[in-house]
């Protein structure tokens, strides 16, 4: 099993940033995926971000494009997500995700949600305007 903790979510005005932690402990591996997911109530959960440890590749939903840039940390099973110019519309939880990457998969599988097995709490974010 893989365990994955959030941190960093808080109440930010518009236009200020936050930057978002993942860490994953357990069972990880020397090849995956890791994406950014964020949910409203009433809501399915949507792609924001993911990026792949192998060759670092990033991917990007077409709203946080510009203003939102995910990176892995030093810490192997590390990723952030570096979140600027936030709108209220931003405001959601957000959910860090995990799964291990043998193959390669086109950018839409990595934005669909069942594609991960794993997931984290959530972390709540809320830009007031």
């Known amino acids: 099993q893989v365990q994955l903790v959030e941190s960093g979510g808080g109440l930010v005005q518009a236009g200020g940033s936050l930057k978002l932690s993942c860490a994953a402990s357990g069972r990880t591996f020397d090849r995956y995926t890791m994406g950014w997911f964020r949910q409203t109530p009433g809501k399915e959960r949507e792609f924001v971000s993911a990026?792949?440890?192998?060759?670092?590749?990033?991917y990007y939903a077409d709203s946080v494009k510009g203003r939102f840039t995910i990176s892995r940390g030093n810490a192997k099973n590390t990723v952030y997500l570096q979140m600027n110019s936030l709108e209220p519309e931003d405001t959601a939880v957000y959910y860090c995700?995990?799964?291990?990457?043998?193959?390669?998969?086109?950018?839409?599988?990595?934005?669909?949600?069942?594609?991960?097995?794993?997931w984290g709490q959530g972390t709540q974010v809320t830009v007031s305007s």
């Open positions: 990026i792949k440890w192998t060759d670092t590749t990033t």
């Open positions: 995700a995990y799964r291990a990457t043998t193959s390669y998969s086109s950018p839409y599988t990595y934005s669909q949600a069942n594609y991960y097995p794993y």
